[in-house]
């Protein structure tokens, strides 16, 4: 029975509202002396609160991570945080930021080869040591990344994308601050925002799916449903804004917990292939990869609960209370062609490197929460219509 055994974990503190950003100071005082601040490429929306740190006397060290972090980038912060002194770490920006903040917080204190504790490409092992403590402050809404559990990290060396993974690495401190996500460019609200709405998918449909995810989902897809596109229109409608940073906080809360799927499988190789948004990845494949989850099961596994819950997901995204499983893509589909998502082969993939991802797919763990197997043709159709 679904949700019968089941486990629950977050961050120790979640602080949401807008203007709360500055109860970062405190919080930091509260964990250390001296803080590295890891941002994103945007130093014009985050140099305010760079000045109050500065300001208490908090600053030790500024580092700008520019694009998705690396396992070297991130080794090296970590290096130049301990030189520096650091003792708390503030990830302050996207998911990558949040991302290269946490990895770099579990490095200051394990000091082993950052191999040794990846997925896939690495030894897996467990981290030794709790991270540095370290605080996480989302500026975009998407990736929920402030309350999960791992670190994806691309590997230039590997050609993928991979988990640094740990219970540890749950932020002692979240703050979601929707002021921080207003006036985002509309390409990046779309990418983001729909990034979101997947991971509430997934996670819904997740083999690993709980009353406590199912909670989340059930409350944070329709909140996307009416407030993406209107943040995607007016970037400065702070309603659709303070709805979609909620959206996205409940989203992590659950994939950290149930698990996502096949779009998330296949994010990992083709991040670590192309140079694309993570966002935009799971924007142009999400359609294609709900369609085919829902042909698979209609035909193999007719009375599965996963169908009836996609049958759930489309009267929630649609509003229709009498619609049926049918109604989801073609909803999906549309919105993605509202807010202006590219296909795949923008960034570079061409229906050649199919193999290559596909073999990945089936490899990343994403893959082992989709509510069904898919064949390797499955997983090729997901690609080339992305395309």
Not at 183 to 196: F, I, K, M, Q
Not at 205 to 214: E, G, H, Q
Not at 216 to 233: H, I, T, V, Y
Not at 376 to 387: A, D
Request: proline share 6%; aromatic share 4%.
């Amino acid at each position: 029975m679904p949700g019968s055994s089941f486990e629950f974990a977050t961050a120790g503190r979640i602080l949401f509202g807008r203007g709360r950003v500055i109860d970062a100071i405190s919080a930091a005082k509260q964990m250390g002396s001296r803080a590295l601040l890891v941002t994103g490429r945007s130093a014009k929306r985050t140099a305010g609160f760079e000045k109050n740190l500065a300001d208490a006397e908090l600053l030790g060290l500024a580092i700008r991570i520019e694009g998705e972090p690396t396992v070297p980038a991130v080794s090296h912060a970590a290096l130049l945080a301990s030189e520096a002194g650091c003792d708390v770490v503030i990830a302050l920006g996207g998911g990558s930021a949040i991302d290269a903040g946490k990895a770099i917080a579990a490095l200051l204190t394990n000091r082993s080869d950052p191999l040794d504790y990846l997925e896939v490409i690495g030894k897996g092992r467990a981290l030794e040591q709790a991270p540095a403590p370290w605080i996480a402050i989302p500026t975009t809404a998407g990736t929920g990344a402030e309350v999960t559990r791992n670190a994806v990290l691309a590997s230039p060396e590997h050609h993928v994308k991979v988990s640094l993974r740990s219970p540890f690495l749950l932020a002692p401190v979240a703050i979601v601050d929707p002021e921080l996500t207003r006036g985002l460019p509309p390409e990046v609200t779309a990418s983001s925002g729909l990034d979101a709405l997947t991971q509430l998918i997934e996670a819904y449909v997740s083999v690993r799916a709980n009353p406590l995810t199912d909670s989340f989902c059930s409350d944070g897809l329709p909140r996307a449903a009416r407030a993406l596109p209107r943040a995607f229109q007016d970037g400065s409608d702070m309603d659709a804004r303070t709805d979609m940073a909620l959206a996205s906080l409940m989203s992590g809360l659950a994939l950290a917990n149930a698990g996502l799927g096949a779009v998330h499988g296949f994010a990992g190789p083709i991040g670590g292939r192309f140079t694309a948004p993570h966002g935009a990845v799971c924007a142009a494949l999400l359609p294609h990869a709900t369609r085919v989850n829902i042909e698979a099961l209609q035909e193999r596994q007719p009375d599965s609960e996963a169908l009836r819950r996609y049958e759930v997901i489309a009267r929630m995204l649609t509003g229709n209370q009498e619609a049926g499983v049918g109604e989801l893509n073609p909803w999906l589909t549309e919105l993605c062609g509202r807010l202006q998502i590219p296909g795949l082969h923008q960034y570079g993939m061409r229906e050649s490197h199919a193999t290559e991802l596909c073999a990945g797919a089936a490899r990343a763990s994403s893959m082992k929460s989709n509510p069904i197997a898919l064949t390797n043709e499955e997983l090729k159709e997901i690609l080339v219509r992305s395309l």
